[in-house]
């Protein structure tokens, strides 16, 4: 009687683990988080590529020595952040909040700057919201500064593809990071220790 009770058991058991088994297709973890998955602006998971799903979402790794000849020992910080890239995934998703109804983002090496149009004037939230989204995408040294005045976007837009090293451009990107701040109150957030240096 046991013996034919273990087997039974065991057959069940098989049958239901055999249920669960993939059928060879690779499974679609865009099913499981969405199309708009927020951290998709960080991965190539364009539809019209069709390697978007096994090249785009894995991790990176990488491993060096010291010693390497090939090593670039030039390398900066600013080298590996693609300014673009963040730009564009951070005026996406600022744009899928109920409180934005546009955004313009400017990254540069110092600075992400945030130009956007409120769907609601009253929100008073809405400024500190957007710049906890920002900074919530941008390396912890970056300086955030957001404005809900919606001329600023072509203001800040006028600076898309700068060279980062033209001394007349970086001129009068402060003075636009200036008027940003002259024109909004910033609120603060946990994020204090560089926007404290510059203020």
Do not use: W
Request: aromatic content about 6%; proline content about 5%; hydrophobic content about 35%.
């Amino acid at each position: 009687m046991k013996k034919s009770f273990m087997f039974i058991t065991v057959t069940i058991l098989v049958l239901q683990g055999c249920a669960g088994i993939p059928n060879g297709d690779n499974e679609d973890l865009g099913a499981e988080y969405g199309p708009e998955h927020p951290l998709d602006y960080v991965s190539d998971t364009d539809n019209t590529n069709p390697d978007a799903n096994t090249k785009g979402n894995n991790f990176g790794y990488s491993r060096n020595q010291a010693n390497e000849p090939n090593l670039d020992d030039k390398m900066t910080m600013h080298d590996v952040i693609d300014r673009q890239r963040i730009a564009n995934g951070i005026s996406n998703l600022l744009v899928q909040s109920p409180e934005v109804a546009e955004a313009g983002v400017l990254i540069t090496n110092e600075y992400a700057l945030v130009a956007f149009r409120p769907n609601n004037e009253e929100d008073e939230d809405a400024v500190k919201h957007v710049k906890m989204m920002t900074e919530s995408m941008v390396p912890y040294y970056y300086i955030t500064v957001v404005t809900d005045n919606p001329n600023m976007i072509e203001d800040i837009e006028a600076f898309k593809g700068m060279d980062a090293r033209s001394g007349d451009g970086h001129t009068a990107l402060e003075k636009t990071v200036e008027d940003m701040r002259e024109m909004t109150k910033q609120p603060k957030t946990s994020k204090r220790r560089a926007d404290n240096n510059h203020m």
